[in-house]
T-cell receptor
């Protein structure tokens, strides 16, 4: 099992450019999450998908959109990147009825 | 909504010493409190968790205590080793079948040989 995989690992964008961060899990988990991690601010939930076919906003959803493509894949899209979106992005997944979240290795995004 | 505060932000100890990281939460409805460890360049990984019906839980050298009345919980690491060096995050959630974790701001633990 690869667990949770994220692509790309690193990305540099210019202000106004768009991009999609990809996340996939092979653990047959129902729920998936996108977090951003900034220095001194911990992990903040951007969007989550409790189950296939549903998505909901988290704590900091502005400037982002998500798609739960199928049970395995959950993508995060930045339509018009801003320097404030410079961060490390983590995808996570969890099994229904089980509390533990499994995290991917992260994507380090820089917006110039 | 829930707010989780974590202290200290950095903690340096000598190998073999104990380390304690403390968190407070604001929402009395929260009843599930996990701790995650993040090593350099990796995603966080669950190391221990506790539910509100339990006051203390141990797993080898790590333990977590919970005081629901005071709304605080702590991570205790005994006999620290250099491989314990990492960033530790506490979190809280109201466990209603689906969890939306609210994380603390993290503690960078450095264990010196």
């Amino acid at each position: 099992n690869a667990g949770v995989t994220q692509t790309p690992k690193f990305q540099v964008l210019k202000t106004g450019q768009s991009m999609t961060l990809q996340c996939a899990q092979d653990m047959n988990h129902n729920s998936m999450y996108w977090y951003r991690q900034d220095p001194g601010m911990g992990l903040r939930l951007i969007y989550y998908s409790a189950s296939e076919g549903t998505t909901d906003k988290g704590e900091v959803p502005n400037g982002y959109n998500v798609s739960r493509l199928n049970k395995r894949e959950f993508s995060l899209r930045l339509e018009s990147a801003a320097p404030s979106q410079t961060s490390v992005y983590f995808c996570a997944s969890s099994k229904a009825g089980v509390n533990e979240q499994f995290f991917g290795p992260g994507t380090r995004l820089t917006v110039l | 909504g829930e707010n989780v505060e974590q202290h200290p932000s950095t903690l340096s100890v000598q190998e073999g010493d104990s380390a304690v990281i403390k968190c407070t939460y604001s929402d009395s409805a929260s009843n599930y409190f996990p701790w995650y460890k993040q090593e350099l360049g990796k995603g966080p990984q669950l190391i221990i968790d506790i539910r509100s019906n339990v006051g203390e839980k141990k797993d080898q050298r790590i333990a977590v205590t919970l005081n629901k009345t005071a709304k605080h919980f702590s991570l205790h690491i005994t006999e620290t080793q250099p491989e314990d060096s990492a960033v530790y995050f506490c979190a809280a959630t109201e466990n209603t079948g689906f969890q939306k974790l609210v994380f603390g701001t993290g503690t960078r633990l450095l264990v010196s040989p």
